[in-house]
Structure formats: C-alpha cells, structure tokens
Nanobody, 123 residues
Framework: QVQLVESGGGLVQAGGSLRLSCAASGSIFKINAMGWYRQAPGKQRELVAA???????NYADSVKGRFTISRDNAKNTAYLQMNSLKPEDTAVYYC?????????????????WGQGTQVTVSS
C-alpha cells in the first residue's frame, strides 16, 4: 500500500511564505513525476507545479517566480516553497505522484493523491 502525506499548510498574511511537504511511504519501487495541485472553493483543481524524477520542473503561470518545487528522492519527499503569497493562492493543496509499487516495473506508474492541506492567505 502506498500513501502520500502532506504537511505545512496554514494561515499566513499576504506577502508571507509557507513550505509544503509531501512524503510518500509504503511499498514503493519507483516514484516518477510528483506535483502539487490546488482547489479553491467553487473552482476546478488545477496544477500548480510538477517535477520529474530527474528534476525538470513545470509551473502554472500564476505562481512562476514565487513558488519553487523540489524533491528529495532519498526521502521520497516533494516540497513546495511558496513565497510572496497572495489571497488568490488560498486553496486546498494536494500532492500527486506517479508511483510504481513494488512488483510493477513498467510504465509511468499509478496516480496517487494526498489528503490535502489547507493554505489560507489573508489580505
């Protein structure tokens, strides 16, 4: 069984910073891409940032220059450093990873999601 556990959300004033963490655990053979998504009330879930196993990153235009995604492959953990936060960044942030469980050695992996962590930015 594979689990993703997020941490680091909270309440912050506009202009502040938060760092989210996403730790994968369980019967993992390999983790391919990892990413962060967010969903604000009444809106669809959207990609915020993603990172491949080799470290190639991709960002939504709305967060470029403010957010940085990184990962520690030895710890099976991804991070999202969020700086210069704005009220419009308020959302539930979800970690996503494409993981090959032990016993599966081909393909990009199965899609796993964390439980979500609330980020609230006050003006």
């Amino acid at each position: 069984q594979v689990q993703l556990v997020e941490s680091g959300g909270g309440l912050v004033q506009a202009g502040g910073s938060l760092r989210l963490s996403c730790a994968a655990s369980g019967s993992i053979f390999k983790i391919n891409a990892m990413g962060w998504y967010r969903q604000a009330p009444g809106k669809q879930r959207e990609l915020v940032a993603a990172i491949t196993s080799g470290g190639i990153t991709n960002y939504a235009d709305s967060v470029k220059g403010r957010f940085t995604i990184s990962r520690d492959n030895a710890k099976n953990t991804a991070y999202l450093q969020m700086n210069s936060l704005k009220p419009e960044d308020t959302a539930v942030y979800y970690c996503n990873a494409k993981i090959l469980p032990i016993g599966v050695t081909r393909g990009n992996g199965y899609n796993y999601w964390g439980q979500g962590t609330q980020v609230t930015v006050s003006s």
